[in-house]
């Protein structure tokens, strides 16, 4: 099937808040070059899909307030197709409201979805694995997501149980779980028929539709109400969305659908969830430690990464073991490594401090 069969919906409406203080409300992650590769994330997101599909169906559906920095990172991408939310709704509205607006134009589309923020280091292997998410899609109605073999038994992200079969390229999914604590993640690490959900997904409109309809039947009426990629289509998704239900894809739709199946795929791929994650992907000195600058000096650290806003600051670390240190404009970040999923938590309280708004 040609490729004007095939769209792709780039998800990139977060704040990123376990990446503070360098991830903004103004700056999220996925406008910043968090690895210093010259591309942002969500640059090095389109960039990578646009091998295989052209830029006229490519869709950002983001936050209001993101529409124009969107437009300012993708030129290539056709203004009509970034897509403001009035308000945060978790993944399942932003999903129905993108298959209505591209089922509109094309009713036999088969959409991936893809996170605005991840890292995949094997390109070559992520196109493979989506003309293969395609080809199941176009023949069969099938909800398809990628697989991500784990290496280590990680809370922070979702996991996919599989059925074995005989077909080995893709499996029947029997299981989706969201963030485990960390005893069920060593049982699903252990028992080998898991996977991470990588939060990538492929699906024909009509399929998803149907699931939508079957499991998420108040959602899909309110969408419904609405008529697509003309002068209405604002003003009546800002009336339907305050009134949306607030629920991810996965509990909405994946947990309960029979019908859902997953490529294993090795894509060399993290979610750059935490700076933990970061520190893994970067570039190390011989201690150890992740930094950019000509002007740090380390001694007695091992493990950390440092990060200046101002790399003509000169910044000395003694005695830190496996660090997060990150200093911009308006806050400084010291915490251990371990405690990242702790950020969240942080930049909560923060917030409470009297104008701890500006910090954010």
């Given at each position: 099937?040609?490729?004007?069969?095939?769209?792709?919906?780039?998800?990139?409406?977060?704040?990123?808040?376990?990446?503070?203080?360098?991830?903004?409300?103004?700056?999220?992650?996925?406008?910043?070059?968090?690895?210093?590769?010259?591309?942002?994330?969500?640059?090095?997101?389109?960039?990578?899909?646009?091998?295989?599909?052209?830029?006229?169906?490519?869709?950002?559906?983001?936050?209001?307030?993101?529409?124009?920095?969107?437009?300012?990172?993708?030129?290539?991408?056709?203004?009509?197709?970034?897509?403001?939310?009035?308000?945060?709704?978790?993944?399942?509205?932003?999903?129905?409201?993108?298959?209505?607006?591209?089922?509109?134009?094309?009713?036999?589309?088969?959409?991936?979805?893809?996170?605005?923020?991840?890292?995949?280091?094997?390109?070559?292997?992520?196109?493979?694995?989506?003309?293969?998410?395609?080809?199941?899609?176009?023949?069969?109605?099938?909800?398809?997501?990628?697989?991500?073999?784990?290496?280590?038994?990680?809370?922070?992200?979702?996991?996919?149980?599989?059925?074995?079969?005989?077909?080995?390229?893709?499996?029947?999914?029997?299981?989706?779980?969201?963030?485990?604590?960390?005893?069920?993640?060593?049982?699903?690490?252990?028992?080998?028929?898991?996977?991470?959900?990588?939060?990538?997904?492929?699906?024909?409109?009509?399929?998803?539709?149907?699931?939508?309809?079957?499991?998420?039947?108040?959602?899909?009426?309110?969408?419904?109400?609405?008529?697509?990629?003309?002068?209405?289509?604002?003003?009546?998704?800002?009336?339907?969305?305050?009134?949306?239900?607030?629920?991810?894809?996965?509990?909405?739709?994946?947990?309960?659908?029979?019908?859902?199946?997953?490529?294993?795929?090795?894509?060399?791929?993290?979610?750059?969830?935490?700076?933990?994650?970061?520190?893994?992907?970067?570039?190390k000195d011989e201690n150890e430690n992740a930094f950019k600058s000509k002007h740090i000096l380390t001694y007695n650290s091992t493990g950390t990464i440092i990060k200046l806003k101002n790399n003509n600051k000169a910044a000395i670390i003694d005695g830190l073991k496996n660090y997060i240190v990150i200093d911009t404009e308006k806050a400084l970040l010291i915490c251990p490594k371990e405690n990242d999923q702790l950020i969240k938590d942080y930049v909560l309280e923060l917030k409470?401090?009297?104008?701890?708004?500006?910090?954010?």
């Amino acid at each position: 099937m040609e490729n004007k069969y095939q769209y792709c919906v780039i998800m990139a409406g977060g704040i990123g808040s376990r990446f503070w203080p360098m991830s903004t409300q103004k700056n999220p992650k996925q406008f910043q070059d968090i690895l210093g590769t010259g591309r942002t994330m969500i640059q090095q997101t389109f960039d990578r899909i646009n091998k295989l599909i052209p830029a006229e169906n490519i869709f950002v559906i983001t936050n209001t307030e993101y529409i124009s920095i969107s437009h300012q990172q993708l030129p290539e991408i056709p203004i009509e197709n970034i897509v403001g939310e009035p308000v945060m709704k978790n993944t399942a509205a932003c999903n129905l409201y993108m298959l209505n607006k591209i089922g509109a134009i094309n009713p036999d589309a088969n959409i991936i979805i893809l996170p605005a923020d991840h890292l995949i280091l094997k390109e070559d292997v992520f196109i493979d694995k989506v003309k293969q998410a395609f080809e199941i899609t176009e023949k069969n109605n099938y909800l398809v997501t990628l697989g991500i073999k784990p290496t280590r038994p990680d809370t922070g992200y979702g996991y996919i149980q599989f059925m074995d079969k005989k077909n080995e390229s893709y499996f029947k999914v029997k299981t989706f779980t969201e963030k485990p604590d960390l005893e069920i993640a060593k049982t699903f690490i252990e028992s080998g028929d898991f996977l991470w959900n990588a939060g990538i997904f492929v699906w024909n409109v009509k399929t998803i539709r149907k699931a939508f309809e079957e499991f998420l039947p108040e959602m899909s009426q309110q969408f419904s109400e609405c008529e697509y990629n003309n002068d209405r289509e604002n003003e009546c998704i800002e009336q339907i969305y305050p009134k949306v239900n607030k629920i991810s894809i996965d509990n909405g739709i994946l947990e309960h659908a029979k019908n859902v199946y997953v490529i294993p795929a090795d894509l060399g791929w993290s979610d750059l969830g935490t700076w933990t994650s970061v520190y893994e992907n970067a570039t190390k000195d011989e201690n150890e430690n992740a930094f950019k600058s000509k002007h740090i000096l380390t001694y007695n650290s091992t493990g950390t990464i440092i990060k200046l806003k101002n790399n003509n600051k000169a910044a000395i670390i003694d005695g830190l073991k496996n660090y997060i240190v990150i200093d911009t404009e308006k806050a400084l970040l010291i915490c251990p490594k371990e405690n990242d999923q702790l950020i969240k938590d942080y930049v909560l309280e923060l917030k409470n401090f009297k104008k701890g708004e500006k910090f954010m």
